[in-house]
Nanobody, 127 residues
């Protein structure tokens, strides 16, 4: 069974950058789409982006498009979320997740169906 562990969260100033890591164990990530979600205090969990393993495509929420990118290092069995031009409203606990399928179809609505989640890592954007 695949397990995911996020790392890299922390405190960053507005306009700054941060890269989160999602390391997998128990299974290779090559065949799985990996999605990133976030949950701000008092708000529902929302999608950030998804990286497909079937066609190499990525998709992002409008709120982060042009600022966040997802990449993979298959040799390290790790997926990354690169975050630039961070805003205070990006403050949240960030989670990586997979439903163990290769594609990102409907990923942003898939929260109820995703069965593999990391524990989350907190990102705080503040001056």
């Amino acid at each position: 069974q695949v397990q995911l562990v996020e790392s890299g969260g922390g405190l960053v100033q507005p306009g700054g950058s941060l890269t989160l890591s999602c390391a997998a164990s128990g299974s290779r990530l090559d065949g799985y789409a990996i999605a990133w979600f976030r949950q701000a205090p008092g708000k529902e969990r929302e999608g950030v982006g998804c990286d497909s393993s079937s066609d190499g495509s990525t998709d992002y929420a409008d709120s982060v498009k042009g600022r966040f990118t997802i990449s993979r290092d298959n040799a390290k069995n790790t997926v990354y979320l690169h975050m630039n031009s961070l805003k205070p409203e990006d403050t949240a606990v960030y989670y990586c997740a997979t439903d163990r399928t290769p594609g990102c179809v409907g990923w942003s609505q898939a929260i109820p169906y995703i069965d593999v989640w990391g524990q989350g890592t907190l990102v705080t954007v503040s001056s």
